[in-house]
């Protein structure tokens, strides 16, 4: 005979608040994987003795969600961590609270309650340097014809397990470009967020594969998040 089987805290009505951190992820900090990086940020909440909402269910865990994961290697002062609650706290305590406990390399910026859902993300900027195997003006000259070509095509692999081409041109805008005595200076503009991604490796990558380029040193920073009439998600 089937049972009836409910979940544990089904009955309990325990009251949420919901809260948004911007924080920077930078140095070392910026090798962690994203998973990784989730598991650290749970066991900072749970080090820092706020009053954690837990989801509710068979398997109770912290609440916490990132809107847009964070490419490897990639430093940011602008990532975003929702997170919630059981007592509505000052958001200076909470980020005091919560930057106490973070690593070096982590850092809390601030705390706000959320106003724009994850969903409304829709680009990234990014500024990225890098010291190419060939001359600074070489390499800025090859980048420029790379973005005069008519398409961009890379091999994108689909929920069916096949692969498509898709021309990543028209999703990549070039906000500056430039070199100087060794170092080959971009600012881009990129699609994030759930309707298109495009991941700044991705582009660097398909240029330097073309060209048969290599670098020696690269950074790549996050600088804004955006919702898409240009304005900044956090």
């Not at 964070?70 to 609270?97: C, H, W, Y």
Request: with cysteine; glycine share 2%.
């Amino acid at each position: 005979m089937a049972q009836n089987i409910t979940p544990k805290l089904s009955t309990l009505q325990i009251e949420k608040f919901d809260y948004r951190a911007v924080y920077a992820k930078c140095g070392r900090a910026k090798y962690i994987s994203h998973l990784d990086f989730m598991r650290s940020m749970q066991r900072i909440i749970k080090r820092s003795k706020l009053p954690v909402w837990h989801t509710q269910g068979f398997n109770p865990h912290v609440y916490i969600m990132f809107p847009l994961a964070l490419p490897l290697g990639t430093d940011s002062r602008v990532e975003i961590m929702d997170f919630a609650l059981t007592e509505n706290l000052d958001n200076e305590q909470v980020r005091k609270q919560l930057d106490e406990k973070c690593p070096d390399g982590i850092e809390i910026i601030s705390i706000s309650q959320p106003v724009h859902k994850h969903t409304e993300i829709k680009s990234a900027d990014y500024e990225i340097s890098f010291k190419p195997n060939i001359s600074a003006d070489d390499c800025l000259a090859k980048w420029n014809e790379f973005m005069a070509l008519d398409k961009i095509e890379i091999e994108k692999r689909t929920k069916k397990k096949t692969v498509n081409l898709v021309d990543i041109k028209p999703h990549i805008t070039v906000l500056c470009a430039s070199a100087d005595s060794e170092n080959v200076n971009l600012s881009l503009h990129l699609p994030a967020g759930n309707d298109f991604n495009l991941n700044t490796n991705v582009v660097l990558d398909t240029f330097f594969e073309r060209y048969g380029i290599d670098f020696e040193t690269i950074c790549t920073l996050r600088t804004k998040i955006a919702l898409e009439n240009g304005e900044s998600f956090t």
